[in-house]
């Protein structure tokens, strides 16, 4: 399995932007900010504009497949020429009221909007949710980058209910309220409600793995004891589930993204050599409310409920930071180590829940984890994963002295000079924290950190 275009690896191809002719085989019109292909009718001066969201690192593979679509639907639009001006744009120096406007759409025949928008749905989502939100304007789908306004086409001015007004983007909201027909929400609610362009049309597979008892729940979704009931001895597996509408991280991503993100990831990483140390994905499954990963239920416990019992006995901590440097090695960052993400089974470990994993040579995007490490410089991931998992260890409930850490924002190096070490096990994580930010800030390579460890 080749991970590479979902996980941000560029290659020479996504570092150009196409020009009309090469995206969609037009000539259209080229310019310093914007590209464009096809033209609103010159006696149409307003109507529906429709915005897609993208990075720097993405901005290639999604034009590659919004641009197709809205030519195929004979749809105007213009797109940002170059990289860099996508870059400023995001950042704002284009105007605040520009960031995540990267490409857009002049709907201007508002009876092909449920048409456009059913083939754009499943494509971005499957090319990831990375982008910026556009400021102030309605998204068409939670989660899904694509928003939408009401303005003017040529000058501006616009002519709402009667009513000549400025097309004002400061507050383009109480613009839409004036019109009587919104083509978005009414597409809204049939997606919402039947549509069908963008799941796998039969039964939930939770049909053949029903939960039995739920591990942890949350607004993202949640994580399940479950049975095969198809297999002769009703094996037991693990039922992960991401909610397609549930909670969702700043940028719009939710609970099914980070499903899906994780599938990807045990693909590639098993694919890497590393599968002896992660759980056995069975199956998954894209459904219209969620995202569904079912794997292989390993047998043991996770290690802050290990150390609970064993509280004196810390002679794991030092394999697991060899396993973690394993994954360094084989191209992998986890993300979010941590002590509940490893199962001890007797003397064997495995690595869960990937899905703040990344390849090593991908951007990093902004993933969850459970704690924000600053005040070091930029140290690199690799050495970020052995930084996060000794303070999860250090201080598993977030406590220093001055108690609960609500914000989970650790400063170092004088987080190891402040925190009070619970146990054995918080003891020598502390011991070998400091070892470690001392190699760093000495400018000493972590391979001298890994002696620290035989």
């Not at 362009?197 to 049909?207: D, E, F, G």
Request: proline share 5%.
């Amino acid at each position: 399995m080749d991970g590479s275009n979902y996980l941000g690896c560029r290659s020479r191809d996504l570092l150009v932007v196409p020009s009309p002719m090469s995206l969609v085989g037009v000539l259209g019109l080229t310019g310093d900010t914007w590209n464009g292909v096809g033209e609103v009718p010159p006696n149409v001066s307003q109507g529906w504009k429709l915005y897609v969201s993208a990075t720097v690192a993405n901005y290639v593979k999604t034009l590659a497949v919004v641009g197709p679509i809205l030519r195929d639907n004979e749809i105007p639009f213009k797109y940002l020429s170059s990289l860099s001006r996508v870059r400023d744009q995001n950042a704002g120096l284009l105007g605040f009221s520009q960031v995540g406007k990267c490409i857009v759409a002049y709907l201007h025949d508002t009876s092909k909007v449920s048409t456009v928008l059913a083939a754009l749905r499943g494509p971005l989502e499957d090319t990831g949710r990375e982008g910026p939100f556009v400021p102030r304007l309605p998204s068409v789908w939670p989660g899904v980058r694509i928003f939408y306004r009401f303005g003017c086409y040529r000058g501006s001015r616009i002519t709402v209910a009667g009513v000549d007004l400025a097309d004002d983007r400061t507050d383009p909201v109480s613009v839409i309220k004036l019109i009587d027909t919104n083509p978005f929400v009414s597409a809204d609610v049939r997606m919402r409600e039947g549509e069908r362009n963008s799941v796998i049309l039969h039964s939930s597979i939770l049909a053949r793995y029903p939960a039995v008892s739920p591990i942890c729940r949350s607004g993202k979704g949640g994580v399940f004891r479950s049975i095969d009931i198809q297999s002769p001895d009703r094996r037991a597996v693990i039922v992960k589930i991401g909610l397609r509408y549930g909670n969702m991280s700043p940028d719009g991503r939710d609970g099914a993204h980070f499903v899906d993100r994780e599938w990807l990831m045990y693909g590639v990483m098993r694919d890497a050599g590393l599968g002896d140390v992660l759980a056995r994905p069975i199956a998954f499954s894209k459904e219209e409310v969620a995202n569904i990963l079912v794997m292989d239920e390993i047998q043991g416990i996770n290690l802050a409920a290990y150390r609970s019992r064993l509280s004196t006995d810390s002679s794991l901590l030092a394999p697991v930071l060899r396993l973690i440097r394993r994954v360094h090695r084989a191209g992998f960052s986890l993300g979010d180590a941590k002590a509940s993400n490893v199962i001890v089974d007797g003397p064997n470990l495995f690595l869960i829940d990937l899905e703040s994993a990344s390849l090593l040579c991908g951007d990093r995007q902004a993933l969850p984890s459970t704690f924000m490490i600053v005040g070091l410089p930029d140290i690199g991931q690799e050495a970020r994963d052995l930084v996060h998992f000794l303070v999860s260890l250090v201080c598993p409930a977030g406590r220093d002295k001055a108690g609960l850490s609500q914000a989970r924002l650790i400063g170092l190096p004088d987080f190891a000079d402040d925190v009070l070490a619970e146990d054995a096990w918080g003891h020598e994580a502390l011991r070998l924290l400091r070892l470690a930010l001392d190699t760093l800030q000495a400018g000493r390579s972590l391979n001298e950190f890994d002696e620290a460890l035989r």
